[in-house]
């Protein structure tokens, strides 16, 4: 028994058509989102329900094989790209939504259910599940919450995090973990939103429903310099208005969205900001007003008259990483935050650094909550090129870290950040973090040498936190 | 109490210890009610970081000068916001952003920070709300803030909070010991 391969076993364990081997099978699962990094893994397993989970967590705590969860496989930051040798759990199949309690405005729905599926389940009773990352066709909740996604509506509406009633989910043993909201003591259920992966296996969430609004309304401004819309944004927080969403894009990043979506967009400015307002009619209408009046210096204004007007303008925005990827052969993204004070110079700062690097970029901003995403272009097929994107992208990362924000905001570390990780964290902190992941998964099955580095290679690096002064790692050697 | 520096001495001394309540021959005690003040605060970015002994009074006046305000419920001024973290529930963490803490070892720690949208490492920051004292001094923390009508709607009474299962109490435990591995806190 013992000598039966990891993939027959799994064959034998679940039904016919839910385990897939062999190179040329495998490759649809070879990458996520981030597609630069590949790697076939040793079996698929497409498990439709808990007992089938408990089965391959079985045959792989056994054989001491790892296991990497994936859901739609659109994440940006490689959580989902399978390791050598590897078990790929592909949650995809577990698509039922399992109940939907209007009145008390909660839907329980296992991993596989797609982010947008929730809203369409649920439209009927007027309510929708608020978070949205860009990738909302495609995306699965279960991924949402292992990677706590974000979205353009999280400063009104939250971060999956604040969405999430409940989980349950299968440790690596296979025993049954149900967190909730309202559990005593420490917060578990916030803990595994955004651990990617790598401290269960979430096979059921609760997800809260949010009231449709009675009315939103865009509000599009076009600036003459960059500074004056991050004042703009500034501005409209401190006069109590809390957008639905609020959106910043550079000159490059209008003209290609323009030229992809048609949009309406203005292609004189050097800045555009999106602010959406929604709520109660009156409310809006007020907030209108005060928004008008903050925007009063801004070179181009247009509110939204219909839906479909809304609509469209949004579409430009959601639309504008394909955009920018008709310019370019590849384009590399980025996802650091920064406090919103810093917005102009940390622009200012990336455009130097696009000179520098002799590599083109555009800027999306989700401005409300101080997320940046520079789109880095770049050609794969020109030697070295894709090393200098790479270095130009952890230059930006550390002037996020270094004026005090975070290298991500919604993409996940997964194997992407995890240098960029050493610049944010301190070695005892990495260490919490090794520490946390061992407690729930002793054997580091799960997605292992993802999201937290070893503490080797931050000292290899020499790309070093540096807080209060402090010598970074002293007791770590030097090469 | 007045500087981390102190804190961590204390820690590091302290064969046992309580955070918060008074003092008696008994048991030795780390009061934080006079570590308390606000670190920083820009009200655009709707974010302020303070100091754990900080009373709740103190917070909602400084906040209340650009009309904005707490997202969580609270009911009693008195209590500092450090006591209120170590007790609260879900609805409280939502509005953590990043805390500073000693661990049982006298280490120095920050986990989180002051940004609304950070996912990178686990999310200690809100995994601690609720930890009793029991795992870490919680020395500062950044909270999401809201202008006042806004956050009005945030505010809900804590529910009963559930108790939990065997494998929590197991996770729990080992929790602890990463953070306070010589049961320093009691």
Not at chain 1, 424 to 430: D, F, H, T
Request: include cysteine; glycine fraction near 10%.
């Amino acid at each position: 028994m013992t000598s039966m391969s990891v993939s027959s076993q799994l064959s034998r364990a679940l039904p016919k058509g839910s385990i897939i081997c062999g190179s040329e099978n495998t490759r649809a699962f070879e990458c996520d989102g981030l597609s630069v990094y590949k790697q076939k893994p040793m079996a698929v397993a497409l498990p439709t329900n808990i007992e089938q989970i408990k089965a391959v967590l079985k045959i792989c705590r056994k054989t001491k094989t790892p296991i990497v969860t994936r859901g739609a496989g659109t994440g940006l930051s490689g959580g989902a790209t399978p390791l050598e040798g590897c078990v790929v759990l592909g949650l995809s199949k577990m698509t039922r939504v399992v109940s939907i309690d209007a009145q008390s405005q909660l839907a329980v729905v296992e991993p596989g259910v797609r982010n947008l599926a929730i809203s369409e389940a649920v439209a009927e009773y007027g309510l929708y599940y608020a978070p949205d990352p860009s990738s909302q066709i495609a995306c699965t909740i279960g991924g949402n919450v292992a990677e706590n996604s974000g979205g353009v509506h999280c400063l009104k509406y939250g971060l999956t995090v604040h969405n999430v009633e409940a989980i349950k989910m299968l440790t690596m043993d296979g025993e049954e973990l149900i967190l909730s909201r309202s559990d005593e003591g420490l917060g578990l259920l916030a803990l595994m939103n955004g651990s990617e992966g790598l401290l269960g296996v979430i096979t059921e969430i609760t997800v809260k429903l949010t009231k449709k609004p009675a009315l939103a309304k865009l509000v599009m401004a076009g600036f003459d310099t960059v500074r004056e819309c991050a004042h703009a944004v500034a501005d409209i927080i401190k006069a109590g208005i809390v957008p639905a969403g609020l959106e910043m894009m550079d000159k490059f990043a209008i003209e290609a969205s323009e030229a992809f979506v048609h949009a309406g967009y203005p292609l004189d400015v050097e800045a555009l900001l999106l602010c959406e307002l929604d709520g109660e009619v009156e409310l809006v209408e007020a907030e209108l007003e005060s928004a008008l009046k903050i925007l009063v210096g801004a070179s181009t204004i247009k509110v939204s008259e219909n839906e479909a007007e809304r609509l469209l303008l949004w579409q430009g925005r959601k639309s504008s990483f394909p955009a920018v990827g008709r310019l370019s052969p590849d384009y590399y993204c980025m996802d650091g935050t920064i406090p919103k004070r810093h917005l102009a110079g940390v622009l200012e700062k990336i455009n130097e650094l696009s000179k520098h690097y002799q590599l083109r970029v555009a800027n999306v901003f989700h401005a409300g909550d101080g997320n940046l995403h520079p789109l880095i272009l770049y050609d794969a097929g020109v030697p070295g090129e894709l090393e200098k994107t790479e270095a130009f992208g952890m230059d930006i990362l550390k002037h996020c870290v270094s004026v005090g924000g975070s290298i991500t905001g919604e993409h996940g570390v997964g194997i992407e950040k995890l240098d960029a990780m050493c610049v944010q964290y301190s070695v005892k902190e990495l260490e919490v973090f090794h520490q946390i992941k061992a407690a729930f998964d002793p054997d580091s099955l799960l997605n292992p040498g993802k999201a937290v580095p070893e503490l080797h290679r931050c000292a290899e690096l020499g790309n070093m936190h540096v807080h209060h002064g402090e010598l970074p790692h002293p007791e770590l050697e030097r090469f | 109490m007045k500087s981390i520096a102190e804190l961590q001495q204390l820690i590091k001394e302290s064969e046992q210890i309580h955070i918060g309540g008074t003092s008696s021959e008994l048991k030795k005690n780390i009061d934080m009610s006079t570590y308390s003040g606000v670190v920083e605060y820009y009200p655009e970015e709707l974010v302020i970081t303070i100091k754990a002994g900080t009373s709740i009074a103190q917070i909602e006046q400084i906040l209340k000068k650009n009309n904005q305000a707490l997202t969580f419920f609270t009911d009693n001024p008195e209590q500092t916001i450090g006591a209120l973290y170590a007790s609260a529930g879900a609805d409280f963490a939502d509005a953590v952003l990043g805390v500073q803490i000693i661990n049982g070892k006298g280490e120095l720690m920050n986990f989180g920070g002051q940004v609304m949208k950070n996912v990178a490492g686990y999310d200690v920051s809100r995994l601690l709300v609720g930890s009793k004292g029991q795992l870490a001094l919680i020395t500062q923390m950044s909270f999401k803030i809201l202008p006042a009508a806004a956050a009005l709607s945030h505010q809900k009474k804590p529910r009963p909070q559930q108790s939990t299962s065997a494998l929590h109490m197991s996770l729990t435990q080992k929790l602890k010991q990463i953070f306070d591995p010589y049961g320093v806190f009691v």
